[in-house]
């Protein structure tokens, strides 16, 4: 059983075009995390967050703890965003998603 | 760049060898993660480090794998009598976390992995 589970698994989007990725969980957690993946493996984090809202440049994320569910919203897409995005909530350690790979074509 | 190095960032063995990785994290930094990640998944937990302090295995750490943080600074993971199916990325992050603070929720600084394939 998947604790974490993302959507879509894949994705390709024209440039400019609004973007969610959805990450539902099924563990009670403290935080979550949005983390984005470049070819290569490098792992850099987006956001922490453990209630509302945040936003940052384009990226907006949200999550609902008592739904167990999160969104990561990309405005104004990019082909710079191509990626995969993994979301990661958190107990005492990382689960993880199997990530979404984005896809932005000019 | 992160701040966290891993060496070496590839590895190809023959199966039956030992290898060992090493993760240098960020100084200040009190707690450190090992993850592997499988092409097409998302990282997968193996262990962590609060000091030098080992807290918790996954049980995906089968007892060919071993990890010290002897002076809770840098980190090593070796991986005895290798088999083609531990071929993988293995990542380390690192975290400050405040005293008495028993989960960790703060942002992790991913290192740039050491790509194992064992053939």
């Known amino acids: 059983k998947n604790e974490v589970e993302q959507s879509p698994q894949n994705l390709t989007a024209q440039e400019g075009e609004f973007i969610t990725i959805n990450c539902s969980y099924s563990?009670?957690?403290?935080?979550l995390h949005w983390l984005q993946q470049h070819p290569g493996g490098g792992i850099v984090s987006l956001f922490m967050?453990?209630?509302g809202k945040k936003k940052h440049g384009r990226l907006i994320a949200t999550i609902n703890i008592q739904e167990k569910h999160s969104s990561l919203h990309i405005t104004a897409s990019h082909p710079r965003d191509s990626a995969v995005y993994i979301c990661?909530?958190?107990?005492?350690?990382?689960?993880f998603g199997t990530g979404t790979s984005l896809t932005v074509i000019p | 760049d992160t701040g966290v190095s891993q060496d070496p960032r590839h590895k190809i063995t023959k199966r039956g060898q030992n290898v060992t990785f090493r993760c240098d994290p960020i100084?200040?930094?009190?707690?450190l993660y090992w993850y592997r990640q499988t092409l097409g998944q998302g990282p997968e937990f193996l262990t962590y480090?609060?000091?030098?302090?080992?807290?918790?295995k996954s049980r995906l750490l089968s007892d060919r794998f071993s990890a010290e943080r002897p002076k809770g600074s840098f980190s090593t993971l070796e991986i005895q009598r290798t088999e083609q199916g531990d071929s993988a990325m293995y990542l380390c992050?690192?975290?400050?976390?405040?005293?008495?603070?028993?989960?960790?929720?703060?942002?992790?600084?991913f290192g740039p992995g050491t790509r194992l394939t064992v053939l």
């Open positions: 990661a909530p958190v107990l005492n350690q990382f689960y």
């Open positions: 563990v009670g957690i403290s935080a």
């Open positions: 967050l453990s209630s």
């Open positions: 100084s200040e930094h009190n707690r």
């Open positions: 480090f609060q000091n030098e302090a080992q807290l918790e």
């Open positions: 992050a690192s975290i400050q976390l405040p005293p008495g603070d028993l989960q960790s929720t703060d942002t992790q600084y």
